[in-house]
């Protein structure tokens, strides 16, 4: 017989004053895993933050309601690999 551990697993919907949804966020006994995302009062993706054990980890993103990316940053294990790069809505990059 074999026995294994199963993480506890939930989905934290958190919800501006007016009710409309501001982030969705994926706990694993706890700690936030996956991609946990804000999100504009029309429904559409604002921020995407990806997390590994509680610590950033990898591409974290903001986007334009348009649905082009804002800002972008690289991370690994909680440390920022790439420094911010921001874009204007028409995907020019307005630093570095």
Known sequence: ????????AE???IYC????????VS???????GWPSS???SG???EIKPYAKDTVNGAWKFFYENGKVSAE???EHGT????WVRYDENGNVTNL
């Open 17 to 24: 004053p007016d009710g409309s949804v501001f982030m969705v």
């Open 11 to 13: 989905t934290k919907t």
């Open 80 to 83: 920022t690999v790439k420094s």
């Open 39 to 41: 999100i504009y009062p």
């Open 44 to 46: 559409k993706l604002k």
């Open 1 to 8: 017989m074999f026995l294994r551990e199963v993480a506890f």
């Open 27 to 33: 706990l694993i006994d706890g700690k936030k895993k």
């Open 73 to 75: 940053s690289l991370y």
